[in-house]
């Protein structure tokens, strides 16, 4: 019966938006295709056709074109863009992830409201799914069955059932969403509010905001900074897993700390100091280490997640925008100098830096499933870089798109947007 | 950027129930028109109050988001980009955007079109950071400090129960536009007051703001022009220098505005830099766990009038080393080594070392050493000192800091100093610092030891 009146009012709606705003608007319901299997159980295998471009969807890297506003698909060997999926002017797509079990590919609009789902074999839009206000970021529950789509400007969540390709809840109470992390088991997912000091704690079985943790208290002497602490919040960008999911770490912009949350007791078990304003953590791809970007001083902190200290800072330049990992080393993204710097991930110690170019604005990057190389967005040349993270190596893969500002490989350890 | 009742609730009324109205009865002629039969839900012929207050409740969303739309976005005309593009020319004009035999790579620029949408907020802010990049930055530091003098030792000075007031403000002016990764920076310095070495007769400033600097007039403390080139490793500056910048630098004690005010927990004294001065910098960093510095600068007392670059000319070479030891922290070792001629009598020379270790992420320990000839004075001076800095947890706010130190200074041929001085700064806001300090120093010249506890303000834009 849901699904009959989900049919009769996205086509009312149609109806109603063609009369009223013109075609390109009453393209909006979704051709929606209902699929009858059981997400985590599916097991991938080739696609063949005569519409299909993409015959292992973990052969491709999805890159983000914010403004030509479509999801180009790059073959992983041979480099070459194996087709486009254009999402609509001004769409300005933000993060893009590939289900689970590699069946689709999601995207948010962050000018349309609007999530886009792609079948990630044809690469033909399926979806247009109504929600929030700016979508940015999103993740999918382990089992692929919920696709949560952060609203941060709508201070909410908007939760799509991908069996019926259809949103089903909107989670509110929230204050600027960006980053979900949910637990290995799928029980819960922990929101990161850039708006505020807490970490939300959401209840996937009844998509419930059930508990908010503070990762720290705000000292009282800030205060004496109305200039500062009233006119701008930098709170918490993510929540980063340990590998197993039992610790996470969440850095606060403002408080300069990275707290640690202990997933089973949801408390915070300990807070570490690093350096001023640290954007968010990565963590490192055996859990040992946690390193803290931290944009006040171009700093990164390497966490110790067994002593949980901090046990080096190191310079990384300006402006970073993300942290992969890749031949026993971390690869940091100092966004306008057109650098990555490099440190040795067993001694701990700079390891150099990589000059990508002149004039870059760069974005993130995504690393292979090996390990071995990175995928970094490039937004003014209009290019993706591909970094070998044993020889260190650059190759330039140019005109994939415009604005290139994320990547997504399946099953990569680093996906993450910023 | 929320919903906007003044404007959603006149619309609401009889335009959406004719619109829902509308709406519902083509939702019955399209659905039958388009589905073929037996293959979608058909749509109800009558459609009941639950369809119809659904239908309400997506123009409700319609309007809050037609809303939003009028309210923050820039509407969608085209962006227009300048990129920096790679053709290939031929010898007859032709460009094409591949390599072609007998063509040649350049780089060109050319516009694009972008269909992005920003919000205005986005927009300005761009505008304004676009701006800001091509413009000098101006940036203002202002430092009073308070000393009192209370004498211990020795026979009564002048000094003893006397007052001392400083005040330095500095204007600083940076321009990163300057060209390709090079840019501009200068320091205009004005300096008030009095000082406690006007009238304590001390080896080393016991206040470290008037080091290389004249007091009670306005003097250009910094005025260069910095390019780095090799692949940005290599980083050459040149100008008027403060030449401490880039050679003993010290994490835990090397700014009189916010750590040790002592001139001793600042600098090595026996670099024996009497001013700041013309001169050049390479500096060739790979940024890995080690880099190496190379500079000249001339450096003379403010009265002298240098004849030309050979006067009072200091070469200092820097070598510093990275290190993780084990459970430690980061430690920075530098070694440095000097030969200036600003004493008349040809060049001499010296050398030291300036170390700091963090032992844990909240406490740094640091030290420095330093021998060698200086100036004109007869035989070697010999300096030492070494303390501890602590962070938060150790502090009442987390970004305060503080530490104790202790420094030597021993001329070879002549009178020593000892002193020792511990602070607290107080983060008040981002502009905002106070410290509190407390000096100890003991000259062997006279015998006179004395206590200086002091307050310094410090502002920041």
Redesign the interface.
């Known amino acids: 019966m849901r ?3 989900g ?3 996205s ?10 705003s013109g075609p390109a608007v009453a393209q909006a319901p979704a051709q929606t295709q209902a699929p009858a299997h059981n997400m985590a159980t599916m097991k991938m295998s080739p696609v063949t056709g005569p519409n299909v471009k993409v015959t292992d969807p973990t052969s491709v890297v999805m890159i983000v074109d ?4 479509d999801i180009a698909f790059m073959d992983i060997k041979t480099k070459e863009i194996l087709g486009r999926t254009f999402l609509g ?2 769409v ?1 797509p933000h993060m893009v992830m590939m289900s689970p079990d590699g069946r689709y590919v999601v995207t948010g609009g962050q ?1 349309s ?1 609007t999530a886009y789902i792609i079948d990630s074999h044809t690469l033909e839009l399926v979806a247009k799914i ?1 929600v929030g ?1 700016a979508p940015e970021h999103l993740a999918f529950s382990p089992d692929g069955r919920w696709y949560y789509q952060g609203n941060p ?1 709508g201070d909410s969540i908007t939760v799509i059932d991908m069996q019926s390709l259809k949103a089903i809840k909107t989670i509110t109470g929230l204050a600027e969403p960006l980053n979900i992390t949910f637990t290995p088991d799928g029980s819960k997912a922990y929101i990161g509010n850039y708006g505020a000091h807490w970490v939300g704690v959401v209840d996937v079985t009844r998509h419930e905001l059930i508990k908010k943790i503070q990762v720290d208290a705000t ?1 009282g ?1 800030t205060r ?2 109305p ?2 602490y009233l006119t701008e919040i930098k709170g918490i960008f993510n929540a980063t897993p340990t590998p197993d999911g039992r610790f996470l770490y969440a850095a606060d912009g403002d ?3 990275v707290g640690v949350i202990d997933t089973r007791e949801d408390k915070v078990v300990k807070v ?2 690093v350096g001023p304003d640290p954007w968010r953590t990565y963590m490192s791809h055996d859990g040992k280490y946690a390193l803290s970007a931290n944009n006040g001083d171009g700093t990164v902190s390497f966490i110790d997640t067994a002593k949980n ?6 310079p990384a330049g300006q402006d970073l925008t993300g942290i992969n990992y890749a031949a026993g080393k971390a690869f940091v993204i100092s966004s306008t100098t057109g ?1 990555i ?1 490099v440190f040795d991930m067993k ?7 990589i ?1 990508i170019g ?2 870059l604005f760069l974005q993130t990057a995504t690393t292979d499933v090996a390990d071995q190389k990175l995928y970094l967005g490039s937004a ?3 290019s993706i870089y591909i970094i070998d993270g044993q020889t260190e190596a650059v190759e330039r893969v ?1 005109n994939v798109g ?2 290139p500002w994320g990547t997504h490989i399946m099953d990569s350890k680093d996906n993450y947007c910023h | ?1 929320r919903r906007h009742d003044s404007l959603f609730k006149p619309l609401r009324s009889p335009w959406c129930v004719a ?2 109205a ?3 009865a ?2 019955a ?3 039958q028109a388009q589905q073929p039969a037996g293959t ?2 058909r ?2 012929a009558n459609p009941t109050p ?2 119809m207050q ?2 309400l409740d ?2 409700d ?2 309007e809050r ?1 037609l809303s ?1 739309l009028e309210s923050t ?1 820039v509407l ?1 005309a085209p ?1 227009v ?1 300048v ?2 593009v ?1 053709v290939w020319v031929d010898k007859d004009g032709n460009e094409y955007d591949h390599a072609v035999p007998g063509a040649k790579e350049t780089v060109t620029y050319q516009r ?1 079109l ?5 919000t205005i907020e986005d927009e300005i802010g761009d505008k304004l950071a676009e701006e800001s990049a091509k413009s000098v930055a101006i940036g203002i530091n202002n430092v009073t400090t308070l000393q009192a003098a209370l004498q211990t030792k020795g026979e009564e000075t002048e000094a003893d129960g006397h007052m001392y007031g400083l005040s330095a403000a500095d204007i600083t002016f940076s321009g990163k536009s300057a060209a ?2 090079t840019e501009f920076f200068a320091d205009l310095v004005g300096i008030g007051g009095t000082p406690p070495e006007q009238e304590i007769d001390a080896l080393n400033l016991l206040n470290g703001q008037t080091a290389r600097l004249s007091n009670n007039q306005l003097s250009v403390r910094e005025a260069w022009l910095r390019t780095e080139v090799a ?2 490793r290599l980083g050459l500056t040149v100008g008027r220098i403060d030449v401490t910048t880039h050679i003993d630098r010290n994490v835990a004690a090397n700014d009189e505005t916010t750590q040790f005010i002592s001139d001793a927990l600042v600098n090595n004294p026996v670099l024996g830099l009497s001013s700041n001065g013309f001169g050049a910098v390479a500096e060739w960093d ?4 080690w880099n190496f510095k190379a500079a000249i600068q001339q450096s003379t007392d403010p009265t002298n009038q240098l004849g030309s670059l050979a006067d009072s000319m200091f070469k200092l070479a820097e070598f510093e080393y ?3 030891f084990g ?1 430690l ?2 430690g920075h070792y530098r070694i440095w080594g000097r030969s200036d001629n600003s004493g008349g009598i040809g060049y001499r020379d010296a050398y030291g070392i300036s170390i700091d270790q963090k032992v ?3 406490i740094t320990l640091f030290a420095r050493y330093g021998n060698g000839e200086v100036g004109d004075i007869p035989g070697k001076e010999s300096f030492y000192s070494g303390g501890v800095q602590f ?3 150790h502090t009442l ?3 305060d800091f503080w530490g104790i130190g202790l420094a030597h200074t021993d001329f070879e041929q002549g009178p020593s100093e000892k002193l020792a001085e511990g602070y607290y700064n107080l ?4 502009h ?1 610092r106070a410290s509190f300090m407390l000096q100890y120093v003991y000259e062997s010249s006279n015998g006179a030891g004395y206590f200086l506890p002091g307050a310094r303000l410090q502002v920041v834009f």
């Open positions: 699904n009959v009146k049919s009769l009012l086509a009312s709606l149609a109806a109603v938006l063609a009369a009223v914010r403004d030509s506003n002017n001004n300005n000018r409201n109504p206000f400007e000292p002497i004496l900074d200039s500062k408080l300069g700390v570490i100091r200290a901090v046990v080096a800072t190191y650098f710097y001694t701990l110690k700079p390891a150099g830096r000059k002149n004039n003014t040349d209009n140019a415009q604005f | 950027m619109l829902a509308t709406g519902v083509l939702v002629f399209g659905a979608a839900p749509a109800p639950a369809d659904a239908l997506r123009i969303e319609l988001r939003q976005a969608s962006k980009l990129k920096e790679h694009e972008a269909q992005r949408r920003q390709l990764n692949h940005q790979p940024k890995k766990s990275i290190t993780q459970g922290g980061v844990s992420s909240a962070g938060a947890p706010h987390p970004n983060h008040l806001t981002d905002l």
